[in-house]
Structure formats: structure tokens, C-alpha cells
């Protein structure tokens, strides 16, 4: 999916996002509001992941996304 249409339908994403990265906040989830540089900055600063793992980890979600 692209990240675009998440971005768009960001609310209802939100939850399958939880689901994948438990580890942030529902606030966190609400500041990030479907932003993809946040939520990357943010998997990185809970996961201690790279930028591009953090990057790889949000575009599985997007191909994943298409299956919910």
C-alpha cells in the first residue's frame, strides 16, 4: 500500500501498527499521525534500529498493509 493512502486512513492503520510495534505509546502513535519520518525516528529511539532497518520494518507494514 502506499504510504500515502496509511497516512490518509492513519486512525484505522493505528491499530494494526500497535499490533506490529508494541512498544510505542498510543500518545506516540498520536503525535506520529501517520507521518513516516516519525514513525521511523520513533522505531528507532524504542527498537534501537538503524534508519534503514527502521525504513525496511515500515515498508513491510506497507506491503503488509494491503492484506487488512
Known amino acids: ?3 500515502d493512502i496509511i497516512q490518509g486512513k492513519w486512525k ?3 491499530g494494526a501498527a500497535r ?3 508494541g512498544e510505542l505509546t498510543d500518545d ?3 503525535q506520529i ?3 513516516k519520518d516519525q514513525l ?3 522505531l528507532q529511539e524504542k527498537y534501537g534500529w538503524t534508519k534503514e532497518e527502521a525504513d525496511e520494518k515500515i515498508n513491510e507494514f506497507a ?3 494491503d492484506k487488512l
Open 33 to 35: 499521525a501517520g507521518n
Open 19 to 21: 499490533e506490529k510495534w
Open 12 to 14: 484505522q492503520m493505528k
Open 40 to 42: 521511523a525516528g520513533k
Open 63 to 65: 506491503r503488509d498493509a
Open 1 to 3: 500500500m502506499n504510504w
Open 28 to 30: 506516540e502513535y498520536d
